[in-house]
């Protein structure tokens, strides 16, 4: 498999050279030449594969260049000894997405990425040097995906005060191989400081960098795996049962949906940046049985809007509880344009928009009727079908939301709506450790002082 960048399609790179490079030299993002389909045998199995293998049998496709089938069964059975259920929630699917060690789907991605990038560089002397600058989910992903991972270290920008108490140990607890810098300043002053650190000669000269941001591929593919899986499950009519984290009322109805096998499926997406959506419909190209999707945006509406009429236009962020979207200007949005025009998106994708009110009424209806627990980011996915359903916008096939995060991660606002809520055993190992970070003032000769 051959990658291009998005802005120049005349030169290709490998698997490797995208993966380790992250953003392509002309500043766009690396994409695949084009989508590989599964084999036929594949397809048709997909209801009955393990998540594992259906992660070997996706992610093979796209690496096979670079990484031998059997180290990519050694990496992805390390990478996922957790799954993504399907259950069923009243009227419909719940994808849930926060059974990683840190209870968001940032996991998925983070976890293929780190083993991918140890094994790229094996042989190579010099240690690989991480640097993310982060708003709080990313960090926490990043961290614990490289943690203990051989060969690479990490280097977390947060800034100080300005990610929840969770967050912090998630990204500054582990030690080992991880170091958190507490930044005197804010996300931006984070994400300018890495910008300059990779522009700085000495520090390059010094150290092996590179960059485990949300725009890298090797983060993409592995997404695309739950899609296929849960498309998969629908499709021959199985579901899975709920866990401890996620308890439901006796009397939550079984979703009708799942009655409906030989159906694909209807996917709606709580969307940012739109890595996740975009992963989505790579699973789709591949072949998954996946009808369309639902695009679902807090009030930061670009691309409903560009839905809507064609025209794309970015936008200043606007703060909400739901707030890994805070997103006026998408960066996959490059990635999906590369792939397909206006009105084919108009064709599977539908966009909706949800304000921070909705959301906490959903927060709290979704509880009071089902005994279910929804975060504010899976909660916008919830209320966008609402919307959409209430326009009569889809039929009655299956539909799934993705919950891309679990409530306890946003207990802040999600307690105050529906009570005491259940606290994964990751999140509470998480809870126990103490944060160890170095502050620094926002500059990059504090920065560089630090890296050594
Ligand atoms: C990152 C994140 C999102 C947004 O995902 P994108 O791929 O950026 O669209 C949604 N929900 C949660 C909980 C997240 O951490």
Known sequence: M???????????????????????????????????????????SLGSMSYQDIALETIKLYVE??????????????????????????????????????????????????????????????PLRILVATSGDTGGAVADGFFGVEGISVTVLYPKGRVS????????????????????????????????????????KRLELSSANSINIARLIPQAVYYAAAAGKAFAGKLDEDGPATPRKPNAAPAPAYRLQNTPITLCVPSGNFGNLTAGLYALKMGAPIKRFIAATNINRTVP?????????????????????????????ERMSAHFSWEQ??????????TDDDTRKTIKAVHDEYGYFLDPHSAVGWRAVDQLKSLKAFDDSPLAILATAHPAKFAETAENLTGPLPVPPSLKKAMERKAAALTISAELSALKEVLV
Do not use: W
């Not at 990204?171 to 930044?183: D, P």
């Not at 809507?308 to 998408?330: C, F, H, K, W």
């Open 2 to 44: 051959r990658y291009y960048s998005t802005r120049n399609k005349t030169e290709a790179v490998g698997f490797a050279a995208a993966a380790l490079t992250g953003l392509a030299p002309d500043g766009g993002l690396f994409v695949p030449g084009e989508i590989p389909e599964y084999s036929r045998a594949v397809k048709s």
């Open 65 to 126: 260049d670079d990484i031998p089938g059997v180290i990519l069964e050694e990496l992805v059975r390390a990478a996922y000894p957790f799954g993504s259920p399907l259950v069923g929630v009243g009227d419909r699917l719940v994808l849930e997405l926060f059974h990683g060690p840190t209870a968001a789907f940032k996991d998925f991605g983070a976890r293929f990425m780190a083993r991918a990038f140890s094994y790229l560089r094996r042989g190579e002397d010099k």
């Open 165 to 204: 108490p969770l967050q912090e140990r998630q990204i500054a607890g582990l030690g080992g191989n991880i170091s958190a810098l507490a930044v005197q300043g804010s996300f931006d002053d984070c994400q300018r400081l890495v910008k300059a650190a990779f522009a700085d000669a000495e520090l390059r």
């Open 305 to 333: 809007d560009y839905l809507e009429s064609g025209n794309y236009e970015t936008r200043l962020s606007q703060a909400t509880i739901s707030n890994a979207m805070d997103v006026g200007a998408p960066s996959n949005f």
């Open 345 to 354: 998106m108009r064709r599977i994708i539908l966009g909706a928009s949800v």
